[in-house]
């Protein structure tokens, strides 16, 4: 039997569970590790400027590309603590990555020792499962155990913590024997699947309402195919964005309190009977008024994890499934109906959404200076074809986004759904690109999400990442702004002030053209709307040329309020701009505008 170090079994045991990326930062504590992935070779390693950057490109990483698991490492201590914010936040987007923490001698343990704490209880709320490994001979089975947990069921984050002498320990370890654990994923019955359906059969506006399980699952094309056999309208939830493409005729937009579209929410309360599949009936979809959205319909939802159903209504049907698992059998039980006859027409339902869809939206252009955010999403939309992959967290920039950018395929809107932790944008648009280089990325941030990590900029500028970073600077907390007017204040949201170095920016405070070349990307300043378009242009050149992100600052007007619900309602969402009512208001529309 090969004898060797715990820590170079871990590191084959990652290679044999298809692991071929880490993202981290080494240290005294989890240096014997870093010493196995030199020795043992196989796994790339992209070195962080900070630790909750590693985990959040560890995110990126796999939400870019089906069956990833991003690694994310550090040393003990602050290291770990630094990590639980992407644990958090892939926990609550059902994302696996595994988290590997060195920690003090398992005699040290109870002695307050440098940089020793107890990582694995507070990581415990936040992941699967969080483990500090006491004994060496125990990782073997510790690593096999998290990537079937990781896998398995609802996906979500572990953590991994080793004691610097249980690394060093050989123990008997033979990877050529070295088996994955069986997946473990609940699947529909054909009963269940056909009682899901007979709604649909006694139904006249039936909605699908596709969530993020789908695109986990890998199951879009299954969805897509299941909404042309029914011929039944699919609203995406913002974690499912994509798993239809925004111009497919059957593509109703979104529904919510925040990041939705007119048409889509107006489509919404015309329904009468709605199949969840894949979704949690997050708060920012529902709204806090659950009368509004529930109203008189019938609901069916269909979510990989049991405790899911019912735990924000209680559906009228409820299914614990793999999304793919019960799209292949809707599939089959509709081809079935629909050969005997006794699948209902929904065509005209279906036009009436693709109606409101050309008549229910908002206006894009304006010729302002500063500039209103919504002119820089239309240019956006000239600019990045349907091969572009956007990657966002939080704020009005990313709401804003969500209202009017296009997604026309799964996996390229990465967005931070849940826990929406400002800075995660940068650190995941490297994980994402790292991921899958070929397709193009363009990064969307706020000015203060841009500044919370902005060092990790300089990991993509070493290790030769480039990306397009559209940044929209208003020198404000513009959504808490926004929130805030409804309590009569505006209270510690200001960022302006003049910067002495840099003048000719007047009160935008930070001069992030000079902190983004000094972290050795490339920068553009754009103050006219008319001018965005050859920026976004010139941007796309030089992150080729230099193979380097490339920030395009968009100054804008310093207050802009963005559409949504004052009263977290999704039926009562206040449209703060002028609507467009000609089509040269939104030129960019999904949909020509329809008067």
């Given at each position: 039997?090969?004898r060797?170090?715990a820590?170079a ?13 880490a ?9 014997p590790?870093?010493r ?12 962080a ?5 590693a985990?959040?490109?560890?995110e ?7 069956g990833?698991?991003?690694?994310c ?5 602050p290291?770990g ?17 595994l988290c590997?923490?060195?920690q003090?001698?398992?005699s040290?343990l109870h002695?307050?020792?440098?940089q020793?704490v ?7 709320p ?23 947990l990781?896998r398995s069921?609802?996906p ?7 004691p ?16 994955p ?8 019955s ?5 009682k899901?359906l ?5 139904s006249?506006r039936?909605l ?6 789908i ?18 309208p ?22 919510g309190?925040?990041t939705?579209?007119r ?8 329904s009468d ?15 806090y008024n ?5 109203g008189?319909?019938?609901?069916v939802?269909?979510?990989?994890e ?11 049907f409820?299914i614990a ?9 809707f ?16 065509s ?28 820089v999403?239309?240019e956006m939309?000239?600019a990045?074809g ?11 920039s990313?709401?804003a ?18 826990a ?8 995941a648009?490297?994980?994402?690109a790292?991921?899958?280089p070929?397709t193009?990325?363009?990064a ?7 500044q ?6 300089a990991?993509a500028?070493?290790h030769?990442?480039?990306y397009v ?35 000719e920016i007047?009160?935008?405070?930070v ?5 983004a070349?000094g972290?050795?990307?490339k920068?553009?300043r ?8 050859a920026?976004f ?10 193979q380097?992100?490339v ?22 969402v206040?449209?703060?701009e002028?609507?467009?009512?000609e089509?040269?208001?939104a030129?960019t529309a999904?949909k020509?505008?329809?008067?």
């Amino acid at each position: 039997m090969p004898r060797m170090t715990a820590a170079a079994a871990a590191v084959e045991i990652l290679k044999l569970e298809g692991v071929e990326q880490a993202f981290g930062v080494p240290g005294a504590a989890i240096n014997p590790f870093y010493r196995e992935l030199k020795n043992v070779g196989g796994i790339n390693h992209t070195l962080a400027r900070h630790v909750e950057g590693a985990s959040h490109m560890a995110e990126g990483y796999t939400r870019a590309k089906a069956g990833n698991i991003g690694v994310c490492i550090g040393t003990s201590g602050p290291a770990g603590t630094d990590m639980i914010t992407g644990l958090y936040s892939a926990i609550a987007d059902s994302i696996p990555i595994l988290c590997i923490t060195g920690q003090a001698p398992v005699s040290k343990l109870h002695k307050e020792d440098f940089q020793a704490v107890d990582i694995a209880s507070i990581a415990k709320p936040v992941t699967k499962a969080a483990t500090t490994v006491l004994e060496a001979a125990q990782v073997p089975g510790v690593f096999q155990q998290a990537f079937h947990l990781m896998r398995s069921g609802r996906p979500g984050p572990v953590l991994i913590d080793l004691p610097i002498d249980v690394q060093l320990t050989e123990i008997e370890f033979d990877p050529a024997t070295y088996q994955p654990l069986p997946v473990y994923k609940p699947q529909a019955s054909r009963a269940q699947a056909e009682k899901a359906l007979s709604f649909l059969l006694e139904s006249e506006r039936p909605l699908i309402v596709a969530g993020g399980g789908i695109i986990n699952a890998d199951a879009s094309d299954l969805l897509v195919e299941f909404a042309e056999l029914t011929n039944i309208p699919v609203i995406s939830t913002l974690m499912g964005w994509g798993v239809i493409p925004d111009d497919h005729e059957l593509a109703a937009g979104m529904v919510g309190v925040q990041t939705s579209h007119r048409y889509g929410n107006a489509t919404f309360l015309e329904s009468d009977v709605v199949l969840g599949i894949g979704n949690r009936w997050a708060n920012r979809h529902t709204g806090y008024n659950l009368d509004a959205y529930l109203g008189d319909r019938k609901f069916v939802h269909v979510d990989i994890e049991p405790t899911q159903i019912g735990k924000i209504f209680a559906p009228d049907f409820g299914i614990a499934s793999d999304a793919k698992a019960a799209l292949e059998l809707f599939i089959e039980v509709a081809k079935e109906l629909k050969a005997e006859g006794k699948l209902p027409d929904f065509s005209a339902w279906a036009a009436s959404a693709q109606e409101r869809k050309a008549t229910l939206q908002r206006r894009t252009h304006f010729d302002n200076i500063p500039m209103k955010p919504q002119r820089v999403y239309e240019e956006m939309n000239k600019a990045f074809g349907p091969e572009t992959r956007y990657v966002t967290t939080i704020g009005l920039s990313q709401i804003a986004g969500a209202q009017m950018l296009h997604v026309y395929k799964p996996r390229h809107w990465i967005n931070c759904g849940q826990a929406g932790p400002l800075g995660w944008t940068i650190p995941a648009a490297i994980g994402a690109a790292t991921a899958d280089p070929e397709t193009p990325i363009v990064a969307l941030s706020g000015d203060y999400d841009f500044q919370f990590m902005i060092e990790e900029l300089a990991v993509a500028a070493q290790h030769k990442v480039p990306y397009v970073h559209v940044l929209v600077n208003n020198a404000y907390l513009g959504l808490i702004r926004q929130a805030q007017g409804g309590l009569g204040i505006n209270f510690e949201v200001n960022l302006e002030f003049e910067n002495i170095n840099t003048p000719e920016i007047g009160v935008y405070g930070v001069d992030h053209v000079k902190v983004a070349e000094g972290l050795g990307v490339k920068a553009i300043r754009v103050t006219d709307p008319n001018e965005l378009g050859a920026a976004f242009e010139q941007a796309k050149k030089l992150a080729q040329e230099f193979q380097v992100p490339v920030v395009v600052e968009a100054i804008l007007e310093r207050v802009t309020n963005i559409s949504m619900s004052k009263t977290v309602d999704m039926s009562d969402v206040t449209e703060f701009e002028e609507l467009a009512t000609e089509p040269g208001h939104a030129p960019t529309a999904i949909k020509a505008l329809q008067v």
